[in-house]
């Protein structure tokens, strides 16, 4: 390109790299920005992960406030503030539902700019994922009828998504078994033992957390069921609970879910287009949980969060590349009529590089949420027990009281 030409081109490339530097601006880098909220959350440094979110609440500009939202009801259940999460996890619900009416706007915006430039809307398993946290903290509370009522919600929104929408997802696996625990502890025999079935259907390698299954099978009658399940399980014992004994299930919440990092897809074009990947952060080690002089027991993971995120965002990849060919369209035909209009082709052809440039894939998501829920469960005679958790070396105990017929639920959540 001659100087001259350069020097013509020069306000217009400077008004689009002006552009581009005040868009980037204003999407932001919340996954950035909240990395100080992260170190502080996993070293359970949890008021202080509080205020990190609330310095970045202040400078937000609505694109992330559900990501805030989300952070910030996980932080709270983590620190065992269980009515306070609540709260907050509700309106994230809220905002997610109003954030899925999509605005044509955001989606012309996003065409010819990113992905960032949305509001961020959480991706499928993030919205199940507030209903499960809801279940676990009212649990934590007694509050078990309102923990059933975000069971069913989990449930009925993934029946919705795999029969109405078509998409490839599962059940999951900790939904039905937490709806189990809750329909026991209600002593409603016949739904506990449709749950746990359906959580062992989901989760085959229940081993010992099979246990109410064999014993509900006998105690409802099923006994075709239950013979099927003494073959399949012989070592578990499941004798009736007597008259002074109830239950704890302990669920441990373990690992670091996995963050999104850019991975290039190679179109029919021959255009190379960048889109989301998940990438693993560890594996976490099974927890060893025993309550005073009781057998030291592994935890079981139920449900591994890293493998259902994997699976939801392969689910919308076709959707996305779509999207980013049209981008890629779009843009073009700006260049081209900006080449057009000022009769410079170089100009058509840097108009399009910087448009181009902008195309970034939307790195954000929930990254406080667990890799997995691990599980463990023990029948206690009635009273007051200490729990012990041991994640990666490292110690929590919890004391429980225990009810005589009763189910309790104790949540711990480990980061190793």
């Not at 979110?53 to 500009?61: R, Y």
């Not at 007597?242 to 704890?248: A, K, L, N, S, Y």
């Not at 990438?279 to 949980?289: E, I, L």
């Amino acid at each position: 390109m001659s100087l001259f030409r350069c020097h013509r081109a020069g306000p217009w490339a400077m008004l689009a790299l002006t552009g581009l530097m005040l868009l980037s601006g204003c999407a932001g880098d919340y996954i950035a920005r909240t990395r100080g909220l992260r170190t502080a959350y996993e070293s359970e440094s949890y008021d202080r992960a509080l205020a990190e979110l609330e310095s970045v609440a202040q400078h937000d500009s609505g694109k992330d406030t559900l990501l805030v939202l989300l952070d910030r009801g996980m932080v709270l259940h983590a620190a065992g503030r269980w009515q306070d999460s609540i709260q907050v996890l509700a309106e994230a619900d809220r905002l997610s539902a109003e954030l899925d009416v999509v605005s044509v706007s955001e989606e012309a915006g996003a065409l010819l700019t990113n992905e960032r430039e949305r509001a961020y809307r959480g991706e499928d398993f993030e919205k199940l994922m507030i209903s499960v946290l809801q279940a676990l903290n009212y649990a934590q509370l007694g509050q078990d009828e309102e923990a059933l009522v975000e069971v069913r919600r989990v449930n009925e929104r993934l029946a919705k998504m795999i029969s109405d929408e078509n998409k490839p997802y599962e059940q999951l696996a900790i939904a039905r078994y937490i709806g189990g625990v809750l329909y026991e502890d209600q002593r409603e025999w016949d739904s506990a033992y449709i749950d746990y079935a359906k959580a062992l259907e989901l989760e085959p390698r229940l081993g010992g957390l099979a246990e109410p299954l064999l014993r509900l099978a006998k105690k409802t009658g099923r006994l075709d069921e239950y013979e099927q399940l003494v073959q399949r399980f012989p070592d578990v014992a499941h004798e009736p609970l007597g008259p002074d004994e109830g239950q704890v299930i302990v669920v441990v919440e373990a690992g670091l879910s996995p963050e999104k990092e850019p991975a290039d897809r190679r179109m029919d074009t021959q255009d190379i287009i960048q889109v989301p990947v998940y990438r693993d952060r560890g594996s976490p080690a099974q927890a060893k949980v025993w309550v005073e002089d009781r057998a030291q027991q592994r935890t079981v993971t139920v449900t591994s969060l890293a493998d259902v995120a994997k699976v939801h965002l392969n689910e919308r990849i076709g959707r996305m590349l779509a999207k980013q060919v049209a981008g890629v369209a779009l843009k073009a035909g700006l260049a081209a009529g900006a080449g057009a209009l000022t009769k410079s082709k170089e100009l058509g052809a840097l108009t399009f590089l910087v448009l181009n440039a902008m195309n970034q894939p939307d790195l954000r998501s929930w990254l406080s949420l667990p890799a997995e829920f691990q599980l463990a469960r023990f029948r206690l005679s009635a009273g007051r027990h200490t729990v012990h958790v041991d994640a990666a070396g490292l110690r929590t105990t919890r004391e429980v009281e225990v009810k005589p017929g009763r189910v309790h639920v104790v949540v711990v959540r480990s980061y190793y």
